[in-house]
């Protein structure tokens, strides 16, 4: 990759990671914050909470990647981290949860996740753009590791209050960031106009949309079960979960590397992307297999865990890259609105599923529908068309 490359990838994941941070951050402790406000007594508001800033952010990403095609990348990202900083101030200064709320549901409007991944395939050549995007996957996988980690720290200093200020306070520094370091994106692509209908009923694009559904659906049902398993089996309290996150996301990070390379090198980027959904349901079945075999011992959920994080990585880096590659010149920004819909959905829908499965039916359940998801993933996954080894598309272009 070329110094500006490194650069444009770095300081766009950079972005990305601040818009995960906004959502992760206060999952460690606002369900306990929450009862020691106005509303707080009520689960389904706090819920409400939780999911709104996801439910929003779907209705924002076509809407803003469509702009971003249209009217250039950085303007779009502006306009969405304002609005990410308007709503964590509003939520900063709230006094009950249904003020809480409407300041989650402006952070998620801006929804500029299609504009960022859309800008980073603009800067990044096709035989380079996995690595660009696994920077992402990495950013999200270290954003959710580190939000584990600093919450109950951070809001036993500075109060919910202040941890919404400060995610608010970074979005205005990361406008600093897209307008001095990010590099100039290139002009918008002058081709035909491609149809809204056309992007969507593109049989690729649809089966990578249902897979980063079905990701973070899984991703964030596993974790309304996975925190009580490690206080239940490994006997870990929650302050002590980050001994076991963070070395498994780390290691997680040295492991995705190779495949991804590989496979980018030698023009199998099918069989890594295939395989590593076959790992991840191999991780939905243990996890379902661990919670109904008695005498099982910790350590099987914690290599559990380090193979989900694997699989996640690389499926994280694979699919925006995919998109990218697969979609119209002129409509990237189109296809990653979709995208990043179905993954604001995903998130939406695996934490009220999740935590509606765990309540009536059990924790083995919310496995059982990862498992069912993955299956039809691994299904729709392995009819995808092979691409061509990296650089044989730029080159045949």
Same mark, same amino acid.
């Given at each position: 990759m070329t110094s500006m490359e490194i650069r444009a990838s770095v300081s766009l994941a950079s972005i990305f990671a601040l818009r995960m941070l906004g959502m992760f951050l206060i999952l460690p402790v606002f369900s306990v914050h929450a009862r020691s406000m106005p509303g707080g007594e009520s689960a389904t508001l706090v819920g409400l909470a939780l999911g709104i800033y996801g439910l929003t952010q779907s209705f924002g990403q076509i809407p803003f990647g469509v702009a971003s095609d249209k009217y250039g990348r950085k303007p779009v990202i502006i306009i969405g981290l304002l609005l990410f900083a308007l709503g964590s101030m509003i939520a900063a200064v709230a006094e009950s949860l249904p003020w809480v709320i409407v300041g989650r549901a402006i952070q998620g409007a801006g929804a500029i996740s299609a504009a960022v991944t859309a800008f980073i395939a603009d800067t990044t050549r096709e035989e380079h753009r996995t690595k660009a995007m696994a920077m992402v996957g990495g950013s999200i996988g270290l954003t959710f590791a580190f939000s584990l980690i600093a919450a109950p720290v951070m809001y036993t200093a500075i109060g919910m209050g202040g941890i919404f200020?400060?995610? !608010?306070?970074?979005?205005?520094?990361?406008?600093?960031?897209?307008?001095?370091?990010?590099?100039?994106?290139?002009?918008?692509?002058?081709?035909?106009?491609?149809?809204?209908?056309?992007?969507?009923?593109?049989?690729?694009?649809?089966?990578?949309?249902?897979?980063?559904?079905?990701?973070?659906?899984?991703?964030?049902?596993?974790?309304?079960?996975?925190?009580?398993?490690?206080?239940?089996?490994? !006997?870990?309290?929650v302050a002590d979960h980050w001994k076991v996150y963070l070395p498994v996301v780390l290691a997680s990070f040295a492991l995705m590397l190779p495949p991804v390379f590989a496979g980018e090198r030698h023009g199998r980027m099918k069989q890594v992307f295939v395989g590593a959904i076959a790992l991840l349901l191999m991780v939905q079945a243990g996890l379902w297999a661990f919670l109904g075999v008695q005498g099982m011992h910790w350590s099987l959920l914690v290599g559990l865990l380090l193979a989900f994080f694997v699989a996640f990585n690389i499926l994280e880096a694979c699919q925006p890259s995919l998109v990218s590659r697969l979609a119209p010149p002129a409509a990237k920004g189109t296809a990653l609105g979709i995208y990043n819909t179905l993954q604001a959905l995903g998130l939406f829908c695996g934490g009220a599923l999740g935590g509606w499965l765990q309540q009536h039916a059990g924790p083995q359940f919310v496995f059982a529908l990862g498992t069912a998801l993955t299956i039809a993933w691994l299904i729709i996954a392995a009819r995808m068309k092979a691409l061509p080894r990296r650089g044989a598309m730029a080159a045949a272009a």
């Open positions: 200020a400060l995610t !608010g306070i970074l979005s205005i520094l990361a406008i600093l960031v897209v307008i001095y370091v990010v590099p100039a994106a290139p002009p918008p692509v002058r081709t035909r106009r491609v149809p809204f209908t056309e992007v969507l009923r593109n049989a690729e694009l649809m089966r990578l949309n249902y897979g980063v559904f079905a990701l973070h659906v899984t991703q964030m049902a596993m974790f309304v079960v996975v925190p009580t398993a490690l206080v239940q089996y490994a !006997g870990l309290p």
